[in-house]
C-alpha cells in the first residue's frame, strides 16, 4: 500500500466548505434540534414515572453536532454510536413513534421492545445502534466503513463517541486499520466535558482531542459543538475529503450535556453555575433562534407555532408508545443466534 503524505499543519482547524445555509436550512436545523430537544424532555418525564424501565441517557444540550453533521449524510451512509443515541436516531429520520415505544419496551417499537434505550436499529436509515459496551461501536464503525469501500457503493459511516469512550484501546486499533486502508470513516468525538462524573481534565492526558489524530495520519478537526452551523460547515470539509477518497477523520466536537450522565446521575460533580453559564451562553438552539430573529426569517408568532406542532408530534408519540402492546413472550425466541 502506498504511503500517504503528510498532514497539513493546519488540520486540526475545523472550516467550511460549499455554500452557507439558506433560511429555509436554518429553519429545518431549529425544528430538528428543538424536536430532539422536547423528545428527550418527554423521556425524561416518562422515566420518572417508572414508564420507561433500565438505564437512559439524555442528549439534551448536545443537538448541533447530531444535526449539523446529519445535514452533511447522503443516502446510503451509515451511522453507529453509543448509548446517548435517541438524537441520533431522530436526526436519521427515524419515526419518533417507534423510537418513544422502544423506550417504553413495547411491540411497536425499533427492536420491538426488546432493545430499550441502548439498543435500537433502522437498517431502513442506516442506523446500526445505540451500543451499551463503552467505545464498542467504534470498530463497528471502522467495519462499516470498510464495507462501504469494499461494496464501492460510494457511502460512509458516520462513528459517534463520547470523550470517555476515546480512552479504550479499541478506538486506536480502529483508527490505526482506517488510516492504513483509507476506510471512509467519520469519526466524532462528542466531547461533554465529563465521561460519566469525571472531567475530560481528569482522564486525558491532553484535553485537545482531535489531535490524537496525528498518531495515526488522520486529518483532524475540532469544532464547537454548540454551534450548528459551525458543525455543519466542518462537517462538509470532512465528507468532502473522505467521499474523495482520502482516508477518514477524526473530528472533535466541543459539546456540554444539561442533564446527569444519566437519568440515575445527581451530577454533583459540577456546579449550577457551570451548567447556568453554558445554558445562558452557549445553548444551540436559544443561538440559532437568535440567528433566525436577526435574520427576520421567523416571526415570534411563527417560534410559537413550531414548538406546538412539535410538542404535538412528541404528545403523539408517547400515546403510541402507551397504546402498543408488550411484545408477545415468543419474541424472546427471535433474533438469537445459535453456535
Avoid at 413513534?97 to 436499529?121: I, P
Avoid at 462528542?190 to 486529518?219: F, H, I
Wanted: net charge negative; with cysteine.
Amino acid at each position: 500500500m502506498a504511503s500517504k503524505k503528510p498532514q497539513k499543519a493546519d488540520d486540526s482547524s475545523g472550516g467550511s466548505s460549499g455554500k452557507k445555509p439558506d433560511a429555509d436550512q436554518l429553519v429545518g436545523f431549529y425544528k430538528e434540534m428543538l424536536l430532539i430537544r422536547r423528545f428527550e424532555e418527554r423521556a425524561g418525564q416518562l422515566y420518572g414515572m417508572g414508564l420507561i424501565g433500565g438505564f437512559c441517557h439524555l442528549y439534551i444540550g448536545q443537538e448541533a453536532v447530531v444535526v449539523g453533521l446529519q445535514a452533511c449524510a447522503k443516502p446510503g451512509d451509515s451511522v453507529v454510536t453509543s448509548y446517548r443515541d435517541h438524537g441520533h436516531m431522530l436526526a436519521c429520520g427515524m419515526d419518533p413513534k417507534g423510537v418513544m415505544a422502544e423506550l417504553t419496551g413495547r411491540a411497536g417499537g425499533y427492536s420491538r421492545g426488546k432493545g430499550g434505550s441502548m439498543h435500537m436499529f433502522s437498517r431502513e436509515k442506516g442506523f446500526y445502534g445505540g451500543h451499551g459496551i463503552v467505545g464498542a461501536q467504534v470498530p463497528i464503525g471502522t467495519g462499516l466503513g470498510f464495507a462501504h469501500q469494499y461494496k464501492g457503493d460510494g457511502g460512509l459511516c458516520m462513528a459517534y463517541m463520547g470523550d470517555g469512550a476515546f480512552n479504550q484501546g479499541q478506538v486506536y486499533e480502529s483508527l490505526n486499520m482506517a488510516s492504513l486502508w483509507d476506510l471512509p470513516v467519520l469519526y466524532v468525538v462528542e466531547n461533554n466535558k465529563y465521561g460519566m462524573g469525571t472531567s475530560v481534565e481528569r482522564a486525558s492526558a491532553t484535553t485537545e482531542l482531535a489531535e490524537r489524530g496525528k498518531a495515526y495520519n488522520v486529518k483532524n478537526m475540532s469544532v464547537d459543538g454548540m454551534d450548528v452551523i459551525a458543525v455543519r460547515d466542518a462537517g462538509l470539509e470532512a465528507v468532502e475529503y473522505i467521499r474523495a477518497g482520502k482516508g477518514p477523520v477524526l473530528m472533535e466536537a466541543k459539546t456540554y450535556r444539561y442533564r446527569g450522565h444519566s437519568m440515575s446521575d445527581p451530577a454533583k460533580y459540577r456546579t449550577k453555575e457551570e451548567l447556568n453559564k453554558m445554558r445562558a451562553e452557549h445553548d444551540p438552539i436559544d443561538h440559532l433562534r437568535q440567528t433566525l430573529i436577526e435574520m427576520k426569517a421567523l416571526t415570534e408568532e411563527d417560534f410559537k407555532a413550531i414548538d406546538k406542532d412539535i410538542k404535538d408530534v412528541v404528545m403523539a408519540a408517547a400515546e403510541f408508545s402507551q397504546q402498543s402492546p408488550e411484545p408477545d413472550p415468543k419474541e424472546l425466541w427471535t433474533d438469537i443466534l445459535v453456535a
